[in-house]
């Protein structure tokens, strides 16, 4: 069975940072693996994505203050969140996604507030 278990998420003053991480074994066996977001009475809103080849696709509310990257020796899918706005106030959930599903972490909560 695969496991997301994400880890970062808290409390932060507008302007602030916080990192995000994301740990799933063979993360490099997924077409593309990312974070979604989702906010109280939102639509879900995918934050950003990369491919198996490394590229990298950003929402553009998010897009020059986001980062995602992987680390393959740790098996983790990391975004790096800079400049935090209250309106990125929402859970994040990253996910891996194969030819066949979509396997989902459990969803940490972020709070940008002042």
């Known amino acids: 069975q695969v496991q997301l278990v994400e880890s970062g998420g808290g409390v932060v003053q507008p302007g602030g940072s916080l990192r995000l991480s994301c740990e799933l074994s063979?993360?490099?066996?997924?077409?593309?693996v990312g974070w979604y977001r989702q906010a109280p009475g939102k639509k879900r809103e995918e934050v950003a994505l990369i491919l198996s080849g490394g590229a990298t696709t950003y929402a553009g509310s998010v897009d020059g203050r986001f980062r995602i990257s992987r680390d393959f020796e740790k098996n983790t899918l990391i975004l790096q969140m800079n400049n935090l706005k209250p309106e990125d106030t929402a859970t994040y959930y990253c996910?891996?996604?194969?030819?066949?599903?979509?396997?989902w972490g459990q969803g940490t909560q972020v709070t940008v507030a002042s």
């Open positions: 063979r993360i490099f066996a997924y077409n593309n």
């Open positions: 996910y891996a996604r194969t030819d066949f599903d979509t396997h």
